[in-house]
């Protein structure tokens, strides 16, 4: 019902920046949140950024604490497309980047999250 599809991953050294990209289509209805998380090893996807959309209300926007300062994320609402501005990156931010979203307020039986397949972030000199 949604797909997700992230670009923009890659190697960084410290100390620079790199944007990721994730193009949304399908059904997302009228409340959601869109974020992106990171999974360094096991099945866990840790919070990295989320931004919450509903339907004429301000977007609500949270990060987690390793990198508040650092990212932003945002999004374009004409082109459909979640964005992750990464700067100063550290070697800790290496990890597979994923984007994903919640459908909020769902009719009863649908599917509410879905994920992208993830994009390969590399930080190192």
């Known amino acids: 019902q949604v797909q997700l599809v992230e670009s923009g991953g890659g190697l960084a050294q410290p100390g620079k920046s790199l944007r990721l990209s994730c193009a949304a289509s399908?059904?997302?209805?009228?409340?959601?949140?869109m974020g992106w998380y990171r999974r360094t090893g096991g099945p866990q996807r840790d919070m990295v950024a989320t931004i919450s959309i509903g339907r004429d209300l301000p977007d609500s926007i949270k990060y987690a604490d390793a990198v508040k300062g650092r990212f932003i994320i945002s999004r374009d609402a004409a082109k459909n497309t979640l964005t992750l501005e990464m700067n100063n990156l550290e070697p800790e931010d290496t990890a597979v980047y994923y984007c994903?979203?919640?459908?909020?307020?769902?009719?009863?039986?649908?599917?509410?999250?879905?994920w992208g397949q993830g994009t390969q972030v590399t930080v190192s000199s």
């Open positions: 399908g059904t997302i209805f009228s409340f959601y949140v």
């Open positions: 994903n979203i919640k459908r909020l307020r769902v009719p009863p039986g649908y599917k509410s999250d879905f």
